[in-house]
């Protein structure tokens, strides 16, 4: 599974972006899919998750202000990020998984990773 992420920018704090992650296989509609985010001199952390049926969870510190979906018609999953804060700022990376679940979601647990995208707010 080959991923490709995108839509990631400059935006001033309380913007919005949208991040788009495209899927090359037609095995995207059973992957469990997850975004996470690492930011300089940071470890890659959990950022939200959905899995093959739609099930959501995400991070506590976005919780209210993103939101995952997924278009498996598309194959595609996206990452709306509402009242962005500096402290967001980070590379995001979207990622895939067969196994496992999405309430326990590690960057370990992951099988396939797409290219970060740099998302900077400032303040």
């Known amino acids: 599974v080959q991923l490709q992420a995108s839509g990631g920018g400059l935006v001033q704090a309380g913007g919005s972006l949208r991040l788009s992650c495209a899927a090359s296989e037609r095995t995207f509609s059973s992957a469990n899919m997850g975004w996470f985010r690492q930011a300089p001199g940071k470890e890659r952390e959990f950022v939200a998750a959905v899995s093959w049926s739609a099930l959501r969870y995400y991070a506590d510190s976005v919780k209210g202000r993103f939101t995952i979906s997924r278009d498996s018609a598309k194959k595609t999953v996206y990452l709306q990020m509402n009242s962005l804060k500096p402290e967001d700022t980070a590379v995001y990376y979207c990622?895939?998984?067969?196994?496992?679940?999405?309430?326990?979601?590690?960057?370990?647990?992951?099988?396939?990773w797409g290219k970060g995208t740099q998302v900077t707010v400032s303040s």
């Open positions: 990622a895939a998984t067969f196994r496992g679940s999405v309430a326990t979601m590690t960057p370990l647990g992951m099988d396939y």
